[in-house]
């Protein structure tokens, strides 16, 4: 994904969901709210398919990504997999907009309750305030049973939108934004060593995301910064007066890294830092032990975010698995899936290896996390996995 210094990824971007039933308004208040033509707006039920993500600067909330869903009573022949798209929408949801316009709300309610379970806030509009005569009732129903008055809006007219961006703004979490990819690693004038391969992998003439998003947060630490690739660390190590603080670097050259570097210097990698910054390292690390427990009978699956083209030597379809099958035999069974194709049933796994997930907010992960959990299945990452394999995890820094 090409990504500049400066601009905020859409992973990195407060996630905010519109749900509600078919022609309730969702994108007319959308439309309203952002003040684009940003869905289609029309009579026929059903005109929102599969969920729409656009990133957009609002003030007062600032990088947002606004998803306009099908609405959840769809009963039409795609109905089963819209709710599916729209499930997927809600469990990247950050902050939860639920639109009103009727006063049967016993699905608006269990969508309600959906969102409570996963800590997500929420806040309930009456729509269509201009032309229905019983808002005050679907109000008071709605703060009934969630012991809070809902806003009546007006999408049509704009009433009532600027007071949603006020109320949204007092709904995002008071420690939002402020995770740090390199924790409190690292500070100012600290010397970091990035030692990134540009193998076949890497994209021509660009950086991975991990990559630039960490390298931005060093120079905002103020932190003296030094990128090599992995064939030149020992003349970069050799040319500096003094052994970096630490030095992160691809996982997969994990092994190679330990064995050349200072032993100063703390080592870690962009997947074990991300691990932490994007999921739950603690749970990924105990998962790990689950490597020495596979046998040539086990399951294992390989969960990769992105859906790029498979290129030679791909980490999570074949590096890892050539690992895997190295250690516990080539009767080993590993599956693959990519983007958001994560089974609901995962049973049948005995370990699941998550990439870094750079392109998923947190949210996200941490609901995929939460369904491995739950299943009782082990779960780590990349990463950690890789340090695992390699021997060195308990000598590698977490953050």
Same mark, same amino acid.
Do not use: M
């Given at each position: 994904m090409a990504v500049t210094l400066n601009e905020t990824p859409g992973s990195n971007r407060l996630h905010i969901g519109i749900f509600g039933k078919t022609n309730s308004g969702k994108s007319s208040f959308i439309n309203a709210f952002t003040k684009q033509q940003v869905s289609i707006v029309a009579d026929v039920a059903g005109t929102t398919t599969d969920p729409v993500y656009k990133p957009m600067e609002i003030n007062p909330l600032g990088?947002? @990504?606004?998803?306009?869903?099908? *609405? $959840?009573?769809? #009963?039409? #022949?795609?109905? =089963?997999?819209?709710? =599916?798209?729209?499930?997927?929408?809600?469990?990247?949801?950050?902050?939860?907009?639920? @639109?009103a316009a009727d006063e049967e709300l016993k699905e608006e $309610? &269990?969508? !309600? %309750? !959906? $969102?409570? #379970?996963?800590?997500?806030?929420?806040?309930f509009v009456v729509n269509k305030s201009d032309i229905l005569e019983n808002t005050k009732t679907i109000a008071a129903a709605i703060e009934a049973e969630t012991k809070?008055?809902?806003?009546?809006?007006?999408a049509k007219?704009? =009433?009532?939108? =600027?007071? @949603?961006?006020?109320?949204?703004?007092?709904?995002?979490?008071e420690n939002y934004g402020s995770r740090l990819i390199t924790g409190d690693i690292v500070g100012e004038e600290d010397l970091v060593l990035l030692v990134m391969p540009q193998d076949i992998q890497a994209p021509k003439g660009r950086l991975i995301l991990p990559q630039v998003q960490t390298i931005r947060e060093l120079l905002d630490k103020k932190c003296l910064v030094m990128s090599v690739t992995t064939d030149k660390m020992e003349q970069a190590l050799a040319a500096l007066a003094e052994p970096p603080k630490l030095i992160i670097?691809? &996982?997969?050259? $994990? *092994?190679? @890294?330990?064995? %050349?570097?200072?032993k100063e210097s703390m080592l870690t990698s962009f997947s074990v830092l991300f691990a932490a910054y994007k999921g739950d390292l603690p749970y990924y690390v105990e998962g790990a032990k689950m490597l020495d427990a596979l046998t040539p009978e086990s399951r294992v699956l390989i969960a990769e975010c992105c859906t790029h083209a498979p290129l030679k030597e791909d980490i999570g379809r074949e590096k890892i698995p050539r690992m895997l099958r190295k250690r516990v035999g080539q009767e080993l069974t590993v599956d693959l899936v990519s983007g958001t194709d994560f089974p609901e049933d995962l049973s049948g796994y005995d370990l699941i290896i998550q990439c870094g997930a750079c392109m998923f907010n947190r949210k996200y992960v941490l609901s995929r996390i939460e369904r491995a959990s739950k299943q009782g299945v082990a779960m780590t990452n990349y990463g950690v996995a890789i340090a695992h394999l390699t021997g060195i995890l308990d000598k590698i820094t977490l953050p």
């Open positions: 990088a947002c @990504v606004i998803i306009d869903t099908a *609405g $959840f009573d769809d #009963e039409t #022949e795609l109905g =089963e997999r819209r709710a =599916e798209k729209t499930k997927l929408a809600a469990e990247k949801a950050e902050l939860a907009v639920i @639109v $309610f &269990s969508w !309600f %309750h !959906f $969102f409570k #379970e996963r800590n997500t806030p929420v806040l809070t008055p809902p806003l009546l809006i007006s007219t704009g =009433e009532g939108i =600027e007071q @949603v961006k006020e109320a949204l703004a007092r709904l995002i979490p670097t691809d &996982s997969q050259v $994990f *092994g190679y @890294v330990y064995e %050349h570097k200072p």
